[in-house]
């Protein structure tokens, strides 16, 4: 978080950037290098040598993408690589029982896509990876602040104000809260007070899309587990889950039970987490079981 606090406010010598964008490497030396520090400290920590990893990815990675993945933790350090669809990972993360042979769908809205996905038998049966997420919602509150109050702000502000803010449908108490940024009449620095209605205008559009992609799902579901589904509700995970209301606005688009999972932006994290610590059990989960050495 501290490096993410410097994107937008380095000095001329330095400069920030990102890895990793819409869930794949968007710059290869970058992510071996980021990767290589990780893996380092958590080497010395706990005296370990090459270490096996899992690598949570979105469900519509290409194999190119896969490739470069692989050979970046490979490079940076690994023994071993195996890598692991996110929902699939978000799911284990989220407590639910994946190698049931029940229907269970999770939607898992993070930085840089949106994974959606039916489970079954601890497989994912359909699932569809959007690239609009997060980091897109920020783009919109960006653009719209822009447009709409001849405001520029960057992307860290356009985050805290999704946090605080953000809506999917209107809030029963309006909420607000004031925003610096450069006016771009005259390039002079402005505060202005901006409200949960105005951000929920800004990214309906793309909230459209999230919901779009989860109907879409729910339709090339089979229809013994669509009636699984509806017994249990759809489980919302990743920050995204977090946008107020948007639990609401999707239950009453889909005609079904939404529950948010319990910390939802750590669920893919500690879903991975789980399944290297009981590898061999869990291999059936993940992209390949082979090891890549």
């Known amino acids: 978080m501290k490096q993410k606090r410097c994107y937008g406010r380095t000095p001329e010598q330095i400069k920030a950037v990102r890895p990793l964008k819409d869930g794949v490497i968007a710059d290869f030396t ?15 920590r706990y005296n370990i040598g090459r270490p096996r990893v899992v690598v949570g990815v979105p469900s519509g990675i290409t194999e190119v993408e896969e490739r470069a993945v692989e050979e970046s933790v490979i490079q940076a350090g690994a023994k071993e690589v195996y890598l692991i669809e996110e929902p699939m990972a978000a799911a284990i993360g989220a407590a639910l029982d994946v190698g049931e042979p ?10 840089g896509t949106t994974e959606v996905a039916v489970i079954s038998l601890g497989g994912i049966v359909v699932s569809h ?30 985050e805290q104000i999704k946090m605080q803010i953000g809506c999917a449908s209107p809030l029963m108490s309006e909420m607000s809260m004031e925003v ?31 919901i779009e992609i989860v109907k879409v799902t729910l339709e090339k579901t089979p229809p013994e587990l669509a009636s699984d ?65």
Do not use: F, H, W
Request: with cysteine.
């Open 30 to 44: 970058a992510t071996q290098l980021m990767l290589k520090n990780l893996i380092e400290k958590v080497g010395k």
């Open 102 to 111: 029940s229907g269970n769908i999770i939607v898992d809205i993070g930085g």
């Open 129 to 158: 990876s959007l690239r609009v997420a997060g980091d897109e919602l920020d783009e919109d509150i960006v653009n719209y602040i822009k447009r709409e109050v001849n405001l520029s702000i960057g992307e860290t502000t356009a």
């Open 180 to 210: 610096r940024g450069r006016d771009l009449s005259n390039g002079l620095p402005k505060n202005v007070t901006i409200t949960s209605t105005q951000i929920e205008e800004a990214i309906k559009e793309s909230i459209a899309k999230i």
């Open 229 to 293: 589904i509806m017994e249990k509700g759809i489980v919302l995970a990743g920050g995204g889950a977090l946008i107020q209301n948007l639990d609401k606005v999707l239950s009453i688009e889909t005609g079904m039970p939404v529950y948010i999972a319990e910390e939802p932006l750590d669920c893919v994290v500690r879903g991975t987490g789980k399944t290297l610590e009981d590898l061999e059990r869990l291999k059936t989960v993940l992209v390949n079981s082979r090891k890549r050495k």
